[in-house]
């Protein structure tokens, strides 16, 4: 069963994907080319095969100097079963879309950071037909941010500390920084950022710490507090919360269809377009969603059977 801190390790940078670039850029220190676009992908790799293959997370990044599919796998422990996945993850991503793939595994576990940063060879001995380098962010290469001044200059990178540090010595510090810092951002994002916490931290004493500090400050996340403040809203306030976060998800999905056309060079005509962005049915628009990986022609998003 996948945990919530499990979750918590790559949804971060779902929320906020120039995280990602940072990391990589800034963290281990690789010359990542600065973006012109990123998208969060569908995370489905399932073939026709009756087999589910999903990463956590999948990041499409566009740049000048070329296309990169950034695959974020959050680990637990060690497992060397998935070290065979991530091989098929990237090979079949870059016959799939030929461009070049990219593995990230996040971690909270510094022994698992060095199992999982150790090269995947696949071959003969001392003559590899494919070698796999993964890149790795764990608590030795992401900073402990236990400065409130560090955490309002980078509240994403301040919460991937607390996601990594949570088991350390400095947690307490880290959270109330980071606290500290979420009063200064938006309250949509604080709450989403509150939530990846309180579902990222393992440590009970760490995870208590941070639900003390939450229950303060009026952000709608989903912890007990939160619960107990939604079932006294009143009903019309809750409903209207519904509609929206149903018409927020229409509207990303809608981006994620148009902006995969583009990206595989799919002409999208301007009344397909309009279908799309009018689309108000969740399923119908995941179904499309789906779809736009593999169709032709755009209209083909609407064909049934």
């Known amino acids: 069963m996948v945990s919530s801190s499990h979750e918590a390790l790559h949804r971060i940078f779902q929320k906020d994907t120039a995280l990602l670039i940072r990391a990589i850029q800034h963290l281990l220190h690789v010359p990542f080319p600065e973006p012109r676009d990123m998208a969060v992908l569908n995370a489905d790799l399932t ?3 009756p087999i589910e293959r999903r990463v956590d997370t999948l990041v499409r990044v566009d740049t000048d100097e070329g296309d990169y599919l950034l695959v974020i796998e959050a680990q637990g422990k060690k497992d060397e079963d998935k070290r065979g996945s991530w091989a098929y993850y990237l090979s079949y991503l870059y016959a799939k ?3 070049q793939p990219v593995l990230v595994v996040v971690t909270q576990s510094a022994s698992t950071a060095r199992w999982a940063a150790q090269p995947i060879r696949l071959g003969l001995p001392g003559w590899p037909t494919l070698t796999l380098r993964p890149l790795v962010l764990g608590p030795d290469n992401v900073p402990v941010i236990a400065e409130e001044s560090e955490a309002v200059r980078d509240v994403p990178l301040a919460v991937l500390s607390a996601l990594t540090h949570g088991r350390g010595p400095a947690v307490t510090a880290i959270l109330e920084s980071l606290a500290a810092a979420l009063e200064t951002i938006d309250v949509e994002s604080a709450a989403v950022f ?15 710490i941070w639900r003390d500090k939450m229950s ?6 989903r912890h007990e507090v939160a619960q107990k403040v939604r079932e006294e809203g009143r009903e019309e306030g809750r409903e209207e919360g519904r509609l929206e976060a149903r018409a927020t998800l229409a509207e990303e999905r809608a981006t994620t269809i148009l902006r995969t056309l583009k990206w595989r060079g799919v002409e999208v005509p301007e009344a397909v377009r309009q279908r799309v962005v009018s689309a108000t049915d969740l399923e119908q628009l995941a179904v499309w969603v789906d779809r736009s990986y593999q169709v032709a022609d755009a209209a083909e998003l609407f064909v049934e059977g």
């Open 47 to 49: 073939e026709i095969e």
């Open 97 to 99: 879309f030929r461009c």
């Open 216 to 221: 303060t400050i009026n952000y709608f996340f």
């Open 194 to 208: 509150a939530q990846l916490v309180e579902s990222g931290l393992v440590d009970p004493q760490a995870k208590e």
